[in-house]
């Protein structure tokens, strides 16, 4: 059984992977890039580091950018790497349980490529923090 | 051990100190296997390596002897000394003073078998000067300086004297002076070092656009490509350039204000803009808070407009001519820059006639205005829609040599192609289609000939008050006079024409030769014009013109 952190995101509500979310910001204020991808809300200092903010509603489903977010600090792994970024999402619900039941029938793959969860009887779409840096980087790419 | 020699006074903050040898220990103990795989081993040597980035950062002043002693003696506690190879025992070879010596066992407890070490040693006045670098690099990496792998350490000594020893981290976390430029309302940061020249104002700042659209400015007399370094940046009139070089390249980048230079800790972007974004050398932050991007130099060289092309044409070679480019009837044409003493327009300046020939008149310059065939290539009437004009001069005349429009500048490489017609016509490459070369002789010999056929106007002056005499030379000086002297005798002068055949004498003035014409016809021409209306007031002052049979 997983920890989920369910996050709202646009128009849907997601659930991201408690074991990469490595604490919430009440506040942040990116400063934007010239020149930037649009999932790309600029760059937030935390304490002291600046890392790349990136807007999942504009990331996974081409939404408009909140215009007050909350913020989350994820990392992952790459290699033996760990990698750092701030993930923009509308609001921040509650902490959720992995509920799915072995043989269940599962929504399709969202545009991430991430699998579903069921928590308290609603499906929800997980966000994989290394999935969702490779789709930027396709973007980047394309 | 012993240690080298110091003679330097250097403040030394203890504790910083040893938080450096303990991460270098650190360091040297990964390096040295500690870590089960290679990978492992990377990450956690970057990691390290990043710390004694940062502890290096704050140490800024070390004591050379103190360093020496604890990282060495640091380093034989925890049991990285290695063993030796023939490589460095050839280092060994030609270095005889103590103090090299007591380097080099420094050294040999620091370098590891993977280690590259490049040693060069040479004599001076003060003595053998040791340099000394070692780098390390897997063998098989073909890898610049500070861009690899840990640690570089430079160490350099002087007999008897003293000894510098400097630990290079890799390049990404940098202390660099920054210049702090405002670009559409965000900070940015230029490399202070990459910074030739700001130039302000619009008489500096003079963009150009040459055949293909991209602008560019002329500093120095050179064509330098004005950049709009940043992605999405205004395309208006910039009120301030910053000149940047980078190796052999320039480019100017537009910037709004500049403000100050800060010494600033450049970090690499995120690694996911990194990539996006390569005209960012990196962030920096300042003490408010803000974050500045830091733009990259060469980045900004090799983006900018016509940069292949300007490589390509150019590739060895010194400033190229400057030829000015222009329209005339439809076709670009190009003329020396050198040869152009000016660009005027002729749609808001006062056209006169002189006889046949139309007359370009400002108060700076009386010429008349020639035109350009381009099918027979002779000079003559000038088009109809001519808007532009370069003047060209040869000694006291001047002419305008008619065009549609002036459209920049640009380098010739000096390989004529062949002639598109006419006999003497040449044709230079552009961005779209080709540039035909005005022929200068030509208009040069017409010039001439126009300075030998006019007689001048030989004028007696009586000057019955100094300060008209100055005001009279600052006129003369204004139309292209030459003043040999200050008026001499009875505040008299005498002002000569070109081709008057009057020698000069001391309180002559050589005044720029006006057409031939009778002396009421020439006042009421030249009264349509600022400078002659100044004439017409030292008229109607106590000076008395009077003109010599």
Redesign the interface.
């Known amino acids: 059984m997983s920890d989920y952190l369910l996050c709202r995101v646009g128009c849907q509500e997601v659930a991201i992977p408690m074991a990469c979310v490595e604490e919430v910001l009440q506040e942040c204020e990116p400063k934007s890039v010239p020149g930037a991808p649009p999932w790309c809300a600029g760059l937030i200092q935390v304490r002291g580091e600046v890392l790349c903010g990136v807007d999942l509603a504009v990331l996974l489903f081409q939404e408009q950018a909140a215009l007050r977010p909350h913020a989350l600090v994820v990392c992952w792994s790459e290699g033996e790497k760990t990698e750092r970024i701030v993930v923009l999402v509308e609001r921040t619900l509650r902490v959720a349980q992995d509920a799915s039941e072995d043989g269940a029938e599962l929504p399709p793959k969202t545009p991430s490529g991430g699998r579903a969860v069921l928590a308290d009887g609603v499906c929800y779409v997980v966000v994989e923090t290394a999935e969702m840096a490779a789709m930027a980087r396709k973007r980047i790419a394309a | 051990m012993n240690g080298p020699k110091i003679h330097s006074d250097i403040q030394v903050n203890d504790q910083e100190l040893l938080r450096v040898v303990d991460l270098v220990g650190r360091l040297a103990q990964l390096v040295e296997g500690g870590a089960s795989s290679t990978?492992?081993m990377?990450?956690l040597v970057?990691r390290r390596v990043a710390e004694v980035q940062r502890a290096l950062l704050e140490l800024r002043l070390v004591d050379a002897g103190s360093w020496c002693g604890r990282i060495a003696g640091t380093l034989n506690e925890m049991g990285v000394a290695v063993t030796l190879g023939e490589t460095l025992g050839t280092l060994h070879r030609g270095v005889s003073t103590a103090a090299a010596r007591a380097l080099m066992e420094l050294v040999a407890q620091v370098v590891t078998p993977r280690s590259r070490v490049k040693l060069a040693s040479t004599g001076s006045a003060d003595g053998c000067v040791v340099e000394l670098t070692i780098r390390n690099c897997r063998p098989d990496s073909d890898c610049g300086p500070g861009d690899c792998h840990p640690l570089e350490l430079q160490a350099m000594s002087r007999e008897e004297r003293d000894l510098h020893l400097v630990l290079l981290a890799p390049a990404s976390e940098r202390l660099l002076r920054m210049v702090l430029v405002a670009i559409?309302g965000?900070q940015f940061g230029i490399r202070e070092d990459d910074l030739v020249e700001i130039l302000t104002g619009s008489r500096q700042v003079v963009s150009r656009r040459d055949a293909t659209g991209a602008e560019s400015i002329v500093f120095r007399g050179r064509l330098i490509p004005l950049v709009r370094a940043?992605?999405?940046?205004k395309h208006e009139l910039p009120r301030m350039v910053a000149v940047v070089r980078r190796g052999r390249g320039l480019a100017a980048v537009a910037v709004d204000t500049v403000s100050h230079s800060a010494e600033l800790l450049c970090?690499p972007?995120?690694?996911?803009?990194a990539?996006?974004?390569p005209?960012?050398d990196g962030?920096a932050?300042l003490p408010s808070?803000?974050?500045v991007?830091c733009l990259s130099t060469s980045a900004v060289i090799a983006d900018a407009p016509g940069t292949a092309q300007r490589e390509r044409r150019q590739p060895a070679r010194g400033d190229a001519p400057l030829f000015l480019l222009a329209d005339l009837e439809g076709d670009t044409v190009a003329f020396p820059a050198p040869l152009v003493r000016e660009v005027v327009s002729l749609r808001s300046t006062l056209v006169g006639i002189e006889g046949r020939m139309r007359t370009f008149m400002s108060p700076q310059i009386v010429a008349p205005i020639v035109g350009y065939d381009l099918r027979t290539g002779e000079f003559g009437e000038p088009p109809a829609d001519a808007r532009a004009g370069f003047v060209i001069r040869v000694g006291q005349c001047a002419v305008v040599l008619a065009l549609c429009a002036v459209r920049g500048a640009t380098h010739y490489e000096g390989e004529y192609l062949a002639p598109l017609s006419g006999a003497e016509l040449g044709g230079i490459p552009v961005e779209e289609g080709r540039a035909r070369v005005i022929d200068p002789v030509p208009l040069l010999q017409l010039v001439a000939r126009r300075g030998a056929s006019l007689a001048g106007i030989r004028v007696r002056l009586s000057l019955p008050r100094p300060e008209g005499l100055a005001l009279l030379q600052s006129c003369l000086t204004a139309l292209g006079a030459e003043v040999v002297t200050a008026a001499t005798e009875g505040a008299a002068v005498t002002v000569h024409g070109e081709g008057s055949g009057v020698p000069y004498a001391p309180g002559d003035i050589l005044v720029s030769a006006t057409p031939p014409m009778a002396r009421d016809r020439n006042l009421r021409w030249c009264a349509q014009t600022d400078l002659l209306r100044l004439f017409e007031m030292l008229r109607q002052a106590p000076v008395v013109t009077q003109e010599v049979a």
Do not use: F, N, S
């Open positions: 990978a492992t990377d990450a970057a559409d965000r940043v992605p999405g940046q970090r972007l995120p690694p996911l803009l990539e996006a974004l005209v960012y962030q932050l808070g803000d974050i991007l």
